[in-house]
C-alpha cells in the first residue's frame, strides 16, 4: 500500500499516481470543502490581489483563487514536491486565468518582502521539518495589512470509537511518528504571535470520519501502519484487530473517527 504521508513529504515519492490520485479524491471530499470553506469564510479572497498558496500539491486552491483575483491578481502555489508541481503545471496551462505553481521550500520562500495580500497554508505544515520558520517565512512576504490564514490537524486529539482503548493509544502514538509536526494545530497561535502577526482570529474544526470514509482513511495511513509493522513499532495481530475492528464498525454504519484542527487568522501591521 502506497504511503501517502510519506509522499507528502518527499519530493522523490515513486508512486505519483497513487499520490495524485489521492490529492484529486481528497479535493473533493466534504471534509475538506467545510475546512477551505472556514478558511475562505475568515478571510476571502478579492479581486486583484496578489495570493501565495504554500504547499499548493496539484494547484487545486491555485487555480480557484485564479479565478477570483482575475487578470489584474495574481495566484501563485508553490510545493517542495517536484512531481506535483510538474502536474501542476500541466493542469494550469488548462486554466482560464494565469495560476503560477513552482518548486520551492515554504521555509524559504524566494519571494521579495512585502510581496502577497493574502499567504494561505492548508494541511501543509504539520509536513515541513521547521514551521515557525516558514511562518515567519509567510509574514515576511504578506504585505503590511495583508493576511496569513492557516489550518492545521492537531492529530493528538484524534477519536477513535473502539473497546482496545490501548490499540487506539498505540495507532496515535504510530501516526503522530509519521509526520515531523503532530501537534503543530495547538502550535499555531504561538507561532503566529511570533512571527508578529496581530488580531488573531482562531477557530477550531472538528473532521469527522464515519463509516463511507474509512477507505480514504485506509489510504491516507494504511502506508505508514503497515511500516511500522515492518519496523517492529507495532505488531502485526494489532494491525489486524485494528482494521478488523473498523471494518466491523463500518458494516454495521457505526464507525466513528474525528481529529481536530484549527483555522488560523493574522494580519501582518
Known sequence: MANVLQGFQ???????AALFEWLDNADRLPMILEIKQRMLELRPPRAGEQILDVGCGLGHEVRRLALVTGPDGRAVGIDRNELMIAEACRRNNLSPLPADSSVADAQQLE????????????RVLRYVHDPRRAIDEMVRVLKS???????DFDSDQTIVDMPDHGLVRRIAEVLDGAVPNPWIGRQLVRYCLDAGLTDLEVVPHAVLFRS????VYRRLVGGALSQAVE???????DLA???????????RGQLFTATFGFVVLGRKP
Not at 518527499?10 to 505519483?16: L, V
Not at 519571494?111 to 492548508?122: H, K, T
Not at 463511507?212 to 477507505?215: A, D, E, G, Q
Request: glycine letters at 10%; hydrophobic letters at 45%.
Open 10 to 16: 518527499d519530493p522523490g515519492h515513486s508512486d505519483a
Open 231 to 237: 519496523s517492529g513499532a507495532l505488531g502485526s495481530a
Open 111 to 122: 519571494f521579495a518582502d512585502n510581496s502577497f495580500d493574502l499567504c494561505r497554508a492548508e
Open 212 to 215: 463511507p470514509m474509512l477507505p
Open 241 to 251: 484487530n485494528w482494521w478488523d475492528w473498523l471494518e466491523h464498525v463500518k458494516a
Open 145 to 151: 495589512g495583508g493576511h496569513a490564514v492557516i489550518f
